[in-house]
């Protein structure tokens, strides 16, 4: 299938869908997949090259302003100068603009972080005092909970820029998300993954969201083809935790959904959703976790109710905790909504 807009025929060699991206390396290999796979079912696409103020500041994303790389994107998805946006899916605010279809979500990477940490050593083996950097206050909570007494450094820049403060000896190591180093082919690097046991993961983390305008019916239509229905139902309920929370993706919150067997009623093996997640105090004093299981097709409820379930185990009072470093939690950030995306917990 093809769409036709102003005489122009999309999806041709003449006229190949153009698909909005940031020019990191990792959006670039990011987009470019969703380019190949939509090249192998017959569809020409080509990369179109976005840049954002992100993209040319040197400040913390929490001073940019929220939402700069992916309001960027859609943007141009609304101008018309491209038809297509590839987004890190945990970027994106929780509320939804009925202006934009996330059409596809394709099959996750792997949704842990990762260590890189000099000589090779793993979490446990960095003496204490041992200078970590990370950009997100989630990884930073839940580490300072383990009581490694280690510091913690904030960290920006992509991941060739994270990894080089290791190489130099600027730190002693970083902890950034497994699936951008999986996706610029820079696994070698990784001297731990990080169980959810010691840090569960931003919620949406490793996923992608393609997205169109919600009037382009026809390339809706096309994008589905790329659909992962197991990870979209990881996703939802991970998504309707974050919201549920009221809370952006810079608060100290984890979740990770699975797809997981298990036996019904009549000892048949049936698909369930398993559904973990943590809220921390950014001080890393506390952190209540909680877990619950469901269908994936009602994955929604199932975050929104384990969201309830934290919240009566106090993770309000957590999320209001703050450092005398000026870092905020969720209550003083703000709330991510349609017109004010949340920023991006991990800059690649």
């Known amino acids: 299938m093809v769409q036709e807009t102003d005489n122009v025929v999309?999806?041709?060699?003449?006229?190949?869908?153009?698909?909005?991206?940031?020019?990191?390396?990792?959006?670039?290999t990011q987009a470019g997949h969703v380019r190949d796979a939509l090249i192998a079912n017959g569809q020409q696409a080509e990369l179109v090259i976005v840049k954002t103020a992100g993209d040319q500041s040197s400040a913390p994303v929490q001073q940019i302003g929220v939402g700069v790389f992916t309001a960027a994107l859609r943007e141009e998805l609304l101008a018309g100068t491209v038809d297509i946006a590839v987004h890190s899916y945990k970027d994106l605010p929780t509320a939804q603009d009925e202006r934009f279809n996330i059409a596809a979500i394709p099959a996750r990477q792997d949704p842990r972080d990762a260590l890189v940490a000099r000589d090779g050593l793993v979490l446990g083996e960095l003496p204490v005092g041992s200078r970590i950097g990370t950009s997100a206050p989630r990884r930073a909570a839940?580490?300072?909970?383990l009581g490694l007494g280690v510091e913690i450094v904030p960290l920006r820049g992509n991941l060739d820029t994270r990894l080089s403060k290791v190489s130099n000896g600027e730190l002693d190591a970083v902890v950034v998300a497994r699936a951008g180093?999986?996706?610029?082919?820079?696994?070698?690097?990784?001297?731990?993954?990080?169980?959810?046991?010691?840090m569960l993961p931003a919620p949406a983390q490793g996923a992608l969201a393609?997205?169109?305008?919600?009037?382009?019916?026809?390339?809706?239509t096309i994008l589905s083809a790329l659909d992962d229905a197991g990870t979209r139902a990881a996703i939802t309920a991970e998504r309707a935790l974050l919201a549920e929370l009221e809370a952006g993706c810079t608060a100290p919150i984890g979740a990770l959904a699975e797809v997981v067997d298990s036996l019904d009623d009549d000892g048949r093996v049936v698909e369930e959703l398993s559904l973990r997640a943590c809220a921390a105090a950014i001080d890393g004093s506390d952190v209540v976790r909680a877990s619950a299981v469901g269908s994936l097709a009602e994955a929604a409820e199932l975050g929104r109710s384990l969201a309830r379930e934290l919240l009566e185990l106090g993770a309000r009072d957590l999320l209001s905790v703050t450092?005398?470093?000026?870092v905020s939690s969720a209550s003083t950030v703000e709330h991510t909504d349609s017109s004010n995306p949340s920023p991006m917990e991990n800059q690649r």
């Open 10 to 28: 999309r999806g041709t060699v003449d006229a190949p869908w153009r698909i909005g991206t940031r020019g990191s390396l990792l959006a670039l």
């Open 142 to 145: 839940q580490l300072k909970a």
């Open 181 to 198: 180093l999986a996706r610029i082919d820079r696994l070698d690097a990784v001297t731990e993954s990080l169980e959810p046991v010691q």
């Open 210 to 220: 393609v997205e169109c305008r919600s009037v382009d019916t026809e390339l809706v």
């Open 323 to 326: 450092e005398e470093s000026g």
